[in-house]
């Protein structure tokens, strides 16, 4: 997680625990109405000492970890709503002497500090609660008259037992955190794995194209979103001329990087929307979804002659060239029929010359010329 992001939750929870102490404001106010109405104490004695006084502390309290809030960043927030905590506890218990029982408010500051999940804090929000009990031992006659020394020394010793059972609870959670973070981390990299697996057995790691079984994947959804809903559809097969020659003369590392320069070649020329994969060897293959067949057939007359223009310093400094065979599907034709039509197209292109692009005769052409044979 990055340090916005923990700004900002530590941000939202400090809030959320301001927005609580204020509500322990109102529910002090409305409790000590509740009060006026059964105490013996004299009413406008009453409202001075258990209302106006200890609502003015509190009140005066809650602005200054306001502005605290505000003004401050980071961890600094989180001492400041420690310290409140504690300082509203003390008022409550202060003011409310007689109550015995409220002297357990003084463990709110220990409460507090479990949402940081850091024992620094948990050790300062214990010392803020001894301090508040022993503070009021000293300074609160009534408390320090109905309370003795082993009184004092018991409940010392009952909130450190407490903290304690709050560090554990703190120490688990971050060992399930660490936990949870650790079982993130190996779903991630089990993901990335994943990743570069399927794109190992879709790609081909020469030329960083699609391979075979890829190609034919496409090939039939194409077909099918042809079929379906009139997509344009052309495909053209590309084959090195020669290639054996450069291998035999030039080595095989040669012949790998004629096989990438022609592959980056052909990738530059095509555009986001068409397919182009290596079908195996020397051949490439590249289909054509978001063009009319003359714009298309433009295209791989670019591809033909970019090529050829190019010289290869792993090829003596010589250019290579390519046959193409190149058709437009028609519908109802089917996958095997279409790729038959383009690759016998390229057998015409690779045995009349070499270095061409031939069309494919439609299938209507072909079934005339099965007729006069």
Excluded at 165 to 194: M, P
Excluded at 336 to 343: A, L
Aim: charged share 20%.
């Amino acid at each position: 997680m990055d340090n916005e992001s923990i700004n900002y939750n530590r941000y939202r929870w400090n809030r959320m625990l301001l927005n609580g102490f204020w509500s322990i404001l109102v529910i002090t106010v409305v409790l000590e109405c509740l009060y006026l109405t059964i105490t013996e104490v004299p009413t406008g004695q009453f409202i001075r000492a258990y209302m106006l006084k200890p609502s003015a502390f509190q009140f005066t309290t809650l602005l200054i970890a306001e502005t605290g809030l505000r003004v401050l960043r980071g961890k600094y927030q989180d001492y400041i709503l420690i310290l409140t905590s504690a300082v509203l506890a003390f008022i409550i218990v202060f003011i409310h002497n007689s109550i015995n029982y409220l002297l357990l408010a003084l463990f709110l500051p220990v409460m507090v500090s479990i949402f940081y999940f850091q024992n620094k804090k948990l050790l300062f929000a214990l010392v803020n609660t001894l301090s508040s009990l022993f503070l009021l031992y000293w300074t609160n006659d009534f408390i320090h008259q109905d309370i003795t020394l082993i009184g004092l020394t018991t409940i010392s010793v009952m909130f450190c037992v407490f903290s304690l059972v709050a560090w554990g609870i703190l120490s688990r959670g971050r060992e399930l955190l660490n936990h949870l973070k650790s079982y993130f981390e190996s779903n991630q990299q089990l993901l990335v794995k994943t990743i570069w697996m399927d794109k190992l057995a879709k790609t081909d790691a020469l030329t960083d194209l699609y391979n075979h079984i890829t190609f034919h994947e496409y090939f039939e959804r194409l077909i099918d979103q042809h079929e379906q809903n009139g997509l344009p559809l052309q495909l053209a097969i590309v084959d090195i001329d020669n290639f054996k020659h450069v291998n035999d003369t030039y080595g095989h590392r040669a012949g790998d990087a004629v096989l990438k320069s022609v592959a980056d070649l052909i990738r530059a020329k095509v555009s986001a929307n068409d397919f182009v994969a290596r079908y195996g060897g020397e051949e490439f293959a590249v289909l054509f979804t978001d063009k009319a067949s003359e714009s298309a057939f433009v295209a791989v007359e670019q591809i033909r002659e970019e090529i050829a223009k190019v010289v290869h310093e792993a090829f003596g400094g010589k250019p290579v060239t390519v046959s193409i065979g190149y058709a437009e599907y028609t519908s109802g034709e089917g996958k095997e029929h279409f790729f038959n039509r383009v690759d016998t197209a390229l057998y015409k292109a690779k045995s009349t010359g070499k270095n061409r692009t031939i069309v494919a005769l439609d299938p209507h052409q072909l079934e005339n010329q099965s007729q006069l044979a």
